[in-house]
């Protein structure tokens, strides 16, 4: 399989990071410092406390290796379907994870039918508008139509309610590439394997979370402390 890779716009630059009190920041070209889309969603309301309860209940050391699990298994899992939808060789990536390549071969006939072109991966980006950055892991046509795809590893299967955040995460994606490049994305897909190789896929609508997203924003910087703002 042989993926298009086209862009068409400005490039983007890539931005510095800063872990600051604790939670990521992006530096855009202007100097300002722009939370990543991910340290905002965790800080949702009931975020904080429903992972609290999860380490009460499993305990604090196993929840440890439990989070650090996942976070090679999905470290992994990315690395492989980059450099795949890269036209590159993973031939020898098979070693560096032997569960993540197992779920990247799960995912790989998807990949191989519903994506069309590649316009750009692991691409960081700001908003000056949401006043929010991140890095997203795909934009392109996915089934013919302009796309964010953030592709997902999990132990077990979600059910669609569990995993609004990652919606209103592609929904941020699309409203930065929209004001760099001033083309709109409409739709926001979700690509996720879990451990048993099951594959879930949704798709939603860009305009359907970015109220969510502005919800998301004014949380954040409300509960942020003199301190975190001066930041």
Known sequence: MEFIHTNGYEPFPELPVHKLHGMRFYEAPDGLKYPSITTVLGKRPGKQEGLQKWRDR????????????????????????????????????????????????????????????????EQTMHSPKYKVAGRCDFIGEYEGELSIVDFKTTTTEKKESWIEDYFIQCAAYASMYEEHTKISIEKLVIMMVAEDGQIQIFEKKTADYLNKLDTAMEYFYSNLTVEELAT
């Open 58 to 121: 499993i305990g604090e050391e196993q929840a440890r290796i439990v989070s650090g699990k996942a976070a090679r298994r999905g470290t992994v899992f990315h690395n492989i379907v980059e450099t795949y939808l890269k036209n590159s060789d993973i031939s020898d990536m098979k070693s560096e994870h032997f569960l993540a390549w197992h779920m990247f071969g799960e995912l790989k006939d998807s990949l191989n039918t519903k994506i069309t072109k590649v316009v750009m991966q």
